[in-house]
């Protein structure tokens, strides 16, 4: 009877992680991807293409597992199991993912290098760097949100002068839960 139970235990593992292969590169997404995935294991939701524990990519058949946001899966090559790590630095992940939709975070973070932009914040493994003008050597913004996500905002800077040399500009800036907005109707001024 024990050893019955045993072999249960072996075929159920087995099931779950039928096929193992090193590769040196994913299929992509789409129809290679689905081809792939479709002729070697039952189903596209079982198909993985991770890193394991030695940075080698891993073809492997196993249920998927839901990975929280900032995060992408790894495969266990010694517990020949899906896990998840926070994103590399440069990376960050919005939403939450399904372990086979993805390989790495999917988001490369911004970089502040337009004329007069600097780092406003770093952002995190589920948010992106965000920008603001550096006001201090005299950038102001054309729009209203001060800090903001290269992405998805304009954070468009300008040089402005003022009259007098011995004046600097003054961003008239309140800090509102971690972004900058500019005062009602103001405008940097001098």
Same mark, same amino acid.
């Given at each position: 009877?024990?050893?019955?139970?045993?072999?249960? =235990?072996? !075929?159920?593992?087995?099931?779950?992680?039928?096929?193992?292969? #090193?590769? $040196?590169? *994913? /299929?992509?997404?789409?129809?290679?991807?689905?081809?792939?995935?479709?002729?070697?294991?039952?189903?596209?939701?079982?198909?993985?293409?991770?890193?394991?524990?030695?940075?080698?990519?891993?073809?492997?058949?196993?249920?998927?597992?839901?990975?929280?946001? =900032?995060? !992408?899966?790894?495969?266990?090559?010694?517990?020949?199991?899906? #896990?998840? $790590?926070? *994103? /590399?630095?440069?990376?960050?992940?919005?939403?939450?993912?399904?372990?086979?939709?993805?390989?790495?975070?999917?988001?490369?973070?911004?970089?502040?290098?337009?004329?007069?932009?600097?780092?406003?914040?770093?952002?995190?493994?589920?948010?992106?760097?965000?920008?603001?003008?550096?006001?201090?050597?005299?950038?102001?913004?054309?729009?209203?949100?001060?800090?903001? /996500?290269?992405?998805?905002?304009?954070?468009?800077?300008?040089?402005?002068?003022?009259?007098?040399?011995?004046?600097?500009?003054?961003?008239?800036?309140?800090?509102?839960?971690?972004?900058?907005?500019?005062?009602?109707?103001?405008?940097?001024?001098?």
């Amino acid at each position: 009877m024990k050893s019955s139970l045993v072999l249960v =235990g072996i !075929y159920i593992h087995v099931a779950e992680s039928v096929f193992k292969a #090193y590769v $040196d590169q *994913c /299929p992509l997404q789409g129809k290679e991807r689905i081809f792939r995935s479709t002729s070697v294991c039952q189903s596209v939701q079982q198909y993985h293409c991770l890193y394991d524990d030695d940075l080698r990519l891993a073809e492997i058949c196993q249920t998927f597992k839901q990975l929280p946001p =900032g995060n !992408y899966p790894r495969y266990s090559s010694f517990g020949d199991d899906i #896990y998840y $790590d926070p *994103c /590399p630095a440069g990376l960050y992940q919005m939403g939450p993912a399904k372990s086979y939709e993805i390989t790495n975070c999917l988001f490369t973070k911004s970089h502040c290098t337009s004329e007069g932009q600097i780092v406003c914040s770093n952002g995190s493994e589920i948010s992106d760097v965000t920008c603001r003008c550096d006001y201090q050597n005299g950038y102001a913004m054309g729009q209203t949100k001060c800090c903001s /996500p290269t992405l998805f905002e304009d954070c468009t800077c300008y040089k402005k002068r003022c009259p007098d040399q011995n004046q600097e500009l003054d961003p008239g800036n309140v800090k509102h839960k971690e972004s900058y907005f500019d005062g009602p109707n103001s405008q940097y001024s001098c």
